[in-house]
Every structure is written in structure tokens, then in C-alpha cells.
């Protein structure tokens, strides 16, 4: 996962852009993924795909030529999208185009205007002290043209086409834990998933935020209703505890197993309603229309947030495998989950099925072992059961397995 941070983090990996076409382009030769193309211009719900937008060169020079700013020597020094301009300028007018930030003086801040047409610098706040003549020259040279919006794909096939999704957006140019975070864990998370023989399907989305989603739902409508539920993944690389920010609902399925993961594998984790912690895709997926329960898991808030200060040097390899694990688990327990429906009248003679358990092998299994048998009527899952009696998914898991070996119960395919 580091490997895949140091080779793309200070690409310019802007929504439509060389740099993002590329850094997929990384991403697929590492799995293996479908890229799906949404040309500029297209109508995509309420919303259209920009063009595709580059920067050669970029600088603010006081009239004696000395240079006070220069893309080359940070990628963000340039707004994203901003358009070209070549013109002497007045102090005052160069103000309301030079975003600094205020809180982070030494940092320069990530800003961004896809939709509105404006030209815009973004700089060190403390450097802002150094801008005291009355003009300057601005020279900002960008491209528009028409592209192509780009969604990498990885399907991962399973028993069902019913679809878990996974999404991470790849196009905050020169930064690390967000986004290229989730990235890399969605690039490790399918590579443990393909070792598999899964339940359901997955598919891991690699896209631009809010349009790359809405291009690609909006273009492949067919998919929404086979979307059972997702995660949004990003900023899990700083040394912070994790966030669980819930889906619309709540209280969903993947909610719960999120919840029940997260207590049992680290000690201490914040969690908010759906978004009261942190805002990206998951208002598209889990948004109107759409629905599909998506939690999200970061390890937001972190300092260097949107700026220059997000560095490989704040995120560590070990944060990422925590947070891998973590969705992993999640992962499993819903790819095991089922509903056990009853084939059986009356009590079970337990022992003579050898599904008696001893209080010695397993105090909680054993005292629950009737409440369990009085919960296989269909209705409710592996999980529903392990969270009823306040016991482990595995555990219960295992015992009622037991039972469909013996032809105690059968899956229903209720999902
Ligand atoms: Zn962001």
C-alpha cells in the first residue's frame, strides 16, 4: 500500500485530468479493473461532466520580474480548475483570488472551483506578508478540452449478483490520506477478496468524488437495484482512532456489523449519524433515488486536512492494515451471514444430534442453546441471533451450521 502512495501522491490527479487518467491506469495493472469513460459534456442526472482540464505553468511575479509564487514548486499552488490568465493586476484584485489558509500558516491550502469559472492561486498565509506592491504580473496557463470522466471497475464475482460496493475517489491531486488512503486499501481489499470463493459480488470503485458517482450510476442505472450496501473509505492512514459514520438509515445490516466489528477489534472509535462526521460519495450512493445503505470509515478529523501538509510522512503502513482488517471482518461476517429456516417439530434431542454443547467448552453457547433453537424460523440471520443474545457471530455461526448439516435447517434466501 505504501509502494502505491509514493508512486501517485504528488500526481495531479484532478477530476478529469492526464494525471488521474494515469494514476488509474497504475491502479489497473495492479488489479484487474474495467474503466468506464463518461465524455465531457455529458448529461448525468442534474449534473455535467466538465472538461477534461490541465496546467503547464503558472506564477506571480512583481513588475521587476522576481518570482513570489510558482507552480513548480508545489502542484497546489494552482486552484484546481482555475482558468488561464496573463494580466497585470492590482493588489486588491489579486487578493480575492489567492486562497491561503489562516489556521495553517505555513501550509498551502487544496481549493478547487470544478463549476464556477474563476482563476485562483492558493498560498502559504504567512507568505501573504510578503505581497506589498501595488500590481503584479499573474500568468496562469490551463487547457480545457473534451475528455472523458474515467470510473475504475474491479467486479469480483460471488455466488449472488447481489453487489456489496466499495468506493474511494482518487482525484485530490498532491495529497495522501485523502485521498489515496482509500485507494490503496481498496486495492489490497481486492486482492484478499479474489483469494476467495465470496456470497456476494463486489465491485470497488476508483473515481473522481460526487461527479465520478454520479456519472457512474447515472450512466449504468441497471446497477442500483442489485446494490445491497457499501462503504466509503478514506483518511485511514494518520495516527488518529477510527470514525464509523453510519448510513442513511442507521440501523441497516452492514451498520450494525460495522458496529459490532469495530467493538470487538479496536479499543476506542468515534461514531456520528450519516453525515455528521465526514462528506463524500456515500451522498450519491446512500442519496435520493439511490439508497443504498453506505457507512463510512476514516480516521477524520486530522490536521493537515486539504493541504500541503498531507504528506506520505503523516500516514503509516500500519494504520492502513488496522483499517484493512477492520473491512475485512465487516466483509466476512456479511459474506457468511444467512437466515436459517426450521425443518425441524419440537425441542431438538440435542445430544442425539451431538449438537449438545457443554457449559465447559462454551458457557454462553450453552446457556443459550435453546434461545437459539426458538430463533430459526427464517426470520432472522446469523447475525440477528448473535446480537439478540449479545454473542459471537462465529460462535453462533458454527453451531447453527451444525444444524443444517444434520438437515435441521435450510438458508432461506431472504436477504
Ligand atoms: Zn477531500
Known amino acids: 500500500m505504501m509502494n502505491l502512495i509514493r ?3 504528488f500526481k495531479r490527479r484532478d477530476i478529469v485530468s492526464q494525471g488521474y487518467d494515469d494514476s488509474l491506469e497504475y491502479i489497473s495493472r495492479l488489479i484487474p479493473l474495467e474503466i468506464v469513460s463518461v465524455p465531457t459534456g455529458t448529461q448525468c442526472w442534474t449534473w455535467t461532466v466538465p472538461e477534461k482540464w490541465e496546467v503547464n505553468n503558472a506564477y506571480i511575479e512583481d513588475l521587476e520580474g522576481n518570482r513570489l509564487l510558482s507552480l513548480e514548486d508545489h502542484p497546489l499552488h494552482v486552484m484546481s480548475y482555475s482558468l488561464p490568465i496573463d494580466q497585470v493586476v492590482s493588489k486588491e484584485e489579486l487578493m480575492k483570488h489567492l486562497y491561503s489558509n489562516p489556521q495553517r500558516p505555513g501550509a498551502i491550502p487544496f481549493n478547487f472551483k470544478y463549476y464556477q469559472r474563476d482563476w485562483g492561486f492558493c498560498i502559504q498565509h504567512n507568505r501573504l506578508e510578503s505581497f506589498n ?17 474515467k470510473i ?18 482518487l482525484c485530490h491531486p498532491a495529497m495522501v490520506n485523502d485521498d489515496l488512503t482509500g485507494v490503496a486499501v481498496l486495492v489490497d481489499l481486492a486482492k484478499e477478496l479474489m483469494k476467495k470463493q465470496n456470497h456476494y459480488t463486489y465491485k470497488l470503485l476508483f473515481l ?14 441497471e446497477i442500483i437495484p442489485k446494490l445491497k ?3 466509503f473509505l478514506e483518511m485511514l492512514g494518520n495516527d488518529n482512532i477510527h470514525a464509523l459514520q453510519l448510513s442513511r438509515r442507521g440501523n441497516t445490516l452492514i451498520d450494525r456489523v460495522c458496529q459490532y466489528v469495530l467493538k470487538r477489534k479496536v479499543e476506542k472509535f468515534n461514531e456520528g449519524p450519516f453525515r455528521k462526521i465526514v462528506g463524500n460519495d456515500e451522498m450519491v450512493f446512500d442519496g ?16 493537515e486536512y486539504h493541504s500541503s501538509d498531507d504528506t506520505p510522512e503523516i500516514i503509516t503502513g500500519e494504520r492502513l492494515n488496522e483499517s484493512k482488517e477492520l473491512v475485512l471482518e465487516i466483509l466476512r461476517i456479511l459474506d ?18 451431538g449438537l449438545w454443547v457443554d457449559w465447559r467448552v462454551n458457557k454462553k453457547l450453552n446457556q443459550n442453546l435453546e434461545q437459539i433453537m426458538l430463533r430459526l424460523e427464517g426470520d432472522k440471520s446469523i447475525f440477528d441471533i448473535t446480537e439478540d443474545l449479545d454473542m459471537e457471530f462465529d460462535d453462533v455461526l458454527n453451531y447453527i ?15
Open 7 to 9: 508512486d501517485l501522491w
Open 133 to 149: 506592491e501595488e500590481q503584479y504580473k499573474v500568468f496562469i496557463d490551463t487547457t480545457f478540452e473534451e475528455g472523458s470522466l
Open 152 to 169: 475504475g471497475v474491479c467486479t469480483i464475482p460471488g455466488e449472488i449478483e447481489d453487489v456489496i460496493v466499495l468506493v474511494a475517489h
Open 208 to 221: 473522481p468524488e460526487t461527479i465520478g458517482s454520479i456519472s457512474y450510476l447515472s450512466q449504468n442505472e
Open 229 to 231: 450496501y457499501g462503504i
Open 288 to 303: 435520493p433515488g439511490i439508497f443504498v445503505p453506505m457507512p463510512s470509515i476514516s480516521r477524520w478529523p486530522y490536521p
Open 336 to 353: 457468511l451471514n444467512y437466515y436459517p429456516k426450521r425443518q425441524f417439530k419440537g425441542p431438538v434431542f440435542l445430544s442425539g444430534y
Open 401 to 415: 451450521n451444525a444444524f443444517e448439516q444434520n438437515g435441521l435447517i435450510t438458508r432461506n434466501e431472504v436477504h
